[in-house]
């Protein structure tokens, strides 16, 4: 009678459980969704150019390290573009190829392992576009949303670069990214200016 008793309060347990985990989850795979989008725009071979530049230009490696928040993270000797990580999710520093080429490539890998992993959704956003300026001030913002003095710029290409990643997990955890980068470049398409690469507000649970 004492074993039946066990049985039956273990096998609550174990429904109870289920019961949690599947809450937690959605309720069911199918509720499992991961998008993304990536749009790069522009209207000349020259524009394109410019957003290939804007995407290969990676900071100072000691200004990376410098903004790493944890001794796990490994900063590789070339591609430095992170400085923290969050449920295995790289924090970008800057927005590089490369790190357009990471989200986009982990929205694949959660799409084709849905029942393997722990995030019920996630999505990934970009955008790069051109415009040029015969007058242009630099952001009044760093990356931190810190007031700083803007720079005047005439007769400038400006690349701006927009990403945005969400992830959730249920109960359990939570993430939100958006980073911008702009790149400053002359009329003959030579690099003057890189803002807002550096640390920034995230959102987590």
């Known amino acids: 009678m004492k074993l039946k008793r066990q049985i039956i309060f273990l096998l609550t347990t174990l429904v109870f459980f289920a019961v949690s985990c599947m809450e937690d989850n959605g309720g069911t795979d199918e509720k499992r969704e991961y ?42 000797n070339t591609l430095y573009w992170y ?4 449920d295995g999710v790289k924090i970008p520093y800057c927005i590089t190829v490369d790190a357009v080429d990471f989200y986009s490539n982990l929205i694949n890998d959660l799409n ?6 722990f995030f019920i959704t996630a999505k990934f956003e970009y ?12 952001p009044s913002k760093n990356s931190k949303n810190e007031d700083v003095t803007q720079e005047r710029f005439e007769s400038v290409y400006v ?12 109960s359990l ?5 958006y980073k911008e980068r702009i790149v400053v470049f002359n009329k ?12 920034a507000p995230l959102a987590t649970s």
């Open 35 to 76: 998008k993304k989008t990536i749009e790069r725009n522009f209207s000349t071979n020259f524009e394109e150019e410019l957003i290939d530049k804007a995407e290969s230009y990676y900071p100072p490696r000691e200004d990376v390290i410098n903004a790493i928040s944890k001794e796990t993270v490994e900063i590789p």
């Open 173 to 177: 955890c939570g993430l939100s990214i």
């Open 127 to 138: 955008k790069a576009e051109v415009s040029y300026h015969e007058l242009y001030y630099s």
């Open 188 to 199: 003959a398409g030579e690099l003057l200016k890189v803002f807002l690469d550096g640390v």
């Open 83 to 86: 400085y923290d990580d969050f």
């Open 112 to 117: 084709k392992n849905k029942t393997a992993n």
């Open 159 to 170: 690349v701006r670069l927009q990403m945005k990643w969400e992830d959730n997990c249920g």
